[in-house]
C-alpha cells in the first residue's frame, strides 16, 4: 500500500472516531434530557367558601410551594362559589350541554391531570359546595375520571378525618385515584397558630408537610400516567 493511500485511510479512521465519541456524548446528553417532565397541571378546589379561609390559605401555599420548589407542576384554583345547585334540569340537549358557569367550571376540571381538594368538615361530612362541585363534574361525561388527588384539611376538633374519608367514598364512583400518604388533618382552632388573619398558613412544620403531599401527587401522577413524562 502506498505511503499516501495509508495516511489517507489512518486520518479517515481519526476523524471517523471523533463522531463516534461525540455519538455517544449526544446520546448521553438526550438521555440526560429525557428527565425533564412535561407540565403536570393540578386543579385546586377549595371547600369553603369564607373570605378568610385556612383551606384556601393552604391552596395559596400550595401554589407557592410548587412555584419555588417543584420543577414540573403548577397549581391553578378554580372556584366553585357561582356554580348553581346540582339539578339535571338546568341540562339542555344542545351543543352547549350545562348553564355557563357549569360549563366554565367543567372545563378547567377536564384540562386538568390532578386535583388537590383543601376543605374544612362541617357536621362530620365535606361542605356542600364540595360536594355540588363534584356532582357537576360528575355528569356525563364524568371530567375527573381517571385523575389523581389529594385532599388536606383544615378544621375543627377532628382535622378533617371524617370529611376526608367521605370524599375517597366518593372519588371511588368518580374513578378519582387519590394518594393515600401523607394524610394531612389540621385541627387549625387549636395552638399554636397556624394560620393568620387573613388565613394565611403560618405554620413551618404545614408547610413541609404540604411540600412533602405534593411531591406525593406528583410522583403518583407519573406513575399512573407515565405519558405525561416527556420524552424530549
Ligand atoms: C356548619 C359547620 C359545621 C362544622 N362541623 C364540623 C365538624 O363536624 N367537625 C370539625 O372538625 N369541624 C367542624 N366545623 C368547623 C370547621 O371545620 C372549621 O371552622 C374550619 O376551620 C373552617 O375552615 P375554613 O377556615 O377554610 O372556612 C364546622 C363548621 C361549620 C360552619
Redesign the pocket.
Known sequence: MSREKKNREMEIATTSAIPEEEEEDEKKKKKKKAKPRSMIKVIAI?G?L?K?????GLIRSAIEICEEGIDGMKIEEVEIHLLPFINPDLEMESEVKFPPAVEAFRRRVHGADAFLFAF?????SLPAPLKNAIDWASRPPNVMAGKTAAMVS???????N?SQAHLRQIGVFLDLHFINKPEMFIK??QPPKKFDSH?NLVDAHIKENLKSLLLSLQSFTLRLHPKLLSSS
Open positions: 377549595c369553603s369564607r378568610t379561609s385556612m383551606n384556601r374544612p368538615e362541617y357536621n362530620y383544615a378544621a375543627g376538633g377532628s382535622g378533617g371524617r387549625a382552632h388565613g
